[in-house]
């Protein structure tokens, strides 16, 4: 197992434990290092740093933002970030609260289609998250009895195509990007091997991003090769992590997928060299804010 974890949630998004708890999982699996990365909130980071210092775990705090691009749901990576980072501070605010407009909508749609469950039913579930998703209205759909596990309420309910279902609202890839790098962060392209795509250059043409994640439990040894050859064309750091949320599976237990500790270094590099930005200048900018709404 690699010593350097850099794909993990929490309960601040849609993990099953606390960031403190997280942490604690991780020092005890033997990690070096790990990195909390939550969906599109910052909310946990500060209780994470502090159970890392406390037991002497290296710490990056970042987050996992979404993007849609080409009707696609990708995923950015983003290390090195702060709470009060700024510009992707509010940038992710936003996005909170689009998180909870989609899952009110998700909720009336379903109730629309027959299916009994209330918003507060979902709430509930969320305990707390600042970033309500998906996952949240699946586990809610568990616990009332419309579907036996979570891969039922997807596939029945909430997956794409069934009735529950509502495309996510994000920003722009190059707001993100902007965002990120202005904030001290280092942007990584997230588990391209997941989004089912024969040409992924092509999405991500002129985006201004610091690294790829080439380990993911959904890569196959093929993904890992050719996402290794993009990283030394383009002079990326390779990172990895086991996307873990607090569920042991056969390909997903934390630190599963992680990196050696030298990953570290790359990201440090990239976040100390990366060319002065501000805040009018485009970091690759893409189409404009897509909404299926």
Not at 75 to 89: C, N, Q, R, T
Not at 211 to 240: I, K, N
């Amino acid at each position: 197992m690699r010593r350097v974890d850099l794909h993990i949630h929490s309960s601040a998004s849609d993990g099953l434990f606390s960031p403190r708890e997280v942490v604690r999982r991780a020092h005890g699996a033997g990690l070096e290092a790990m990195a909390l990365t939550d969906h599109d909130t910052l909310a946990g980071l500060a209780e994470a740093a502090r159970e890392a210092g406390r037991l002497r775990l290296g710490f990056v705090p970042g987050c996992e933002i979404s993007i849609v691009q080409r009707d696609l749901d990708l995923h950015l990576l983003a290390y090195f970030v702060e709470p009060d980072s700024g510009a992707l501070a509010c940038l992710l605010g936003d996005m909170e609260e689009r998180r909870r407009e989609r899952v009110r909508e998700m909720v009336r749609r379903l109730q629309a289609a027959g299916v009994r469950l209330t918003e507060d039913e979902v709430w509930v579930q969320a305990g707390g998250s600042r970033s309500v998703g998906r996952m949240h209205v699946a586990r809610a759909l568990v616990a009332a009895g419309h579907a036996l596990t979570l891969e039922e309420a997807f596939g029945r309910f909430i997956g794409t195509d069934n009735p529950g279902y509502v495309p996510k609202r994000t920003p722009a890839a190059g707001e993100v990007l902007e965002a990120v790098w202005n904030s001290g962060g280092v942007p990584v392209l997230a588990h391209p091997g997941i989004y089912g795509v024969d040409d992924p250059d092509r999405l991500i043409a002129g985006w201004d991003l610091g690294g790829v994640e080439a380990f993911h439990p959904g890569h196959a040894a093929r993904d890992e090769e050719r996402f290794l050859a993009w990283a030394a064309r383009r002079g990326w750091v390779v990172t990895g992590g086991s996307d873990w949320h607090g569920e042991n599976r056969a390909n997903g237990y934390i630190g599963c997928r992680g990196v050696d500790p030298s990953a570290l270094d790359g990201l440090a590099r990239k976040r100390r060299t990366a060319p002065a930005r501000d805040q009018g200048q485009s970091a690759g900018r893409t189409d404009p804010e897509r909404s299926a709404g």
